[in-house]
């Protein structure tokens, strides 16, 4: 598979329906007021970056970076399509976002996912990427529902 991770628009009608995929997928395992998945309009901010990942030109997955500050990013909108899954799509989305870390001078990287068995696969993707449990940054809290996660970034690849 000849895959492509680059800059992405959230508006384009590809991109924005593999959102609506990961939102629904979110509402649909998560607890009502514990879905934290930011939807197009929220994806768009300056302070965000998101990649897409494309096979042949289909898109296969998407992943965002937010600059929390000058030194500090978060991963959301991590999501491979249903067809994609199991190809490594996501830890290559994983792994660029970590080297637009890097490039940024962020010593660290946050995400929060959620604790419940559909979300098995992506936390098992995090720890082989050297993400280790955290207590809740910014505006998430300590409850039984979300999974804060954190790591260093070094300054070599």
């Known amino acids: 598979m000849n895959l492509v991770i680059a800059v992405d628009d959230p508006r384009a ?8 995929t990961h939102l629904a997928f979110a509402r649909e395992v998560t607890p009502e007021g514990h879905v934290h998945a930011l939807d197009v309009d929220a994806l ?12 042949d030109g289909a898109l296969l997955g998407i992943g965002a970076i937010k600059q929390i500050s000058d030194t500090h990013g978060e991963l959301k909108a991590m ?17 660029q976002l970590l080297a637009v870390a890097r490039e940024r001078g962020y ?9 419940m068995d559909a979300f098995a696969p992506a936390r098992s993707l995090y720890l082989t990427r050297h993400f280790v449990p955290c207590p809740p940054f910014g505006s998430y809290t300590d409850n039984p529902y979300s999974q804060c996660m954190t790591r260093e970034i070094d300054r070599t690849p």
């Open 13 to 20: 009608q590809d991109v924005r329906k593999l959102l609506e």
């Open 44 to 55: 768009v901010d300056p302070t965000i970056t998101l990649v897409g990942a494309r096979g």
């Open 79 to 95: 999501h491979t399509s249903a067809a994609a899954r199991g190809r490594g799509v996501g830890g290559a989305i994983l792994d």
């Open 107 to 115: 010593r660290r990287v946050s995400l929060e996912t959620g604790t």
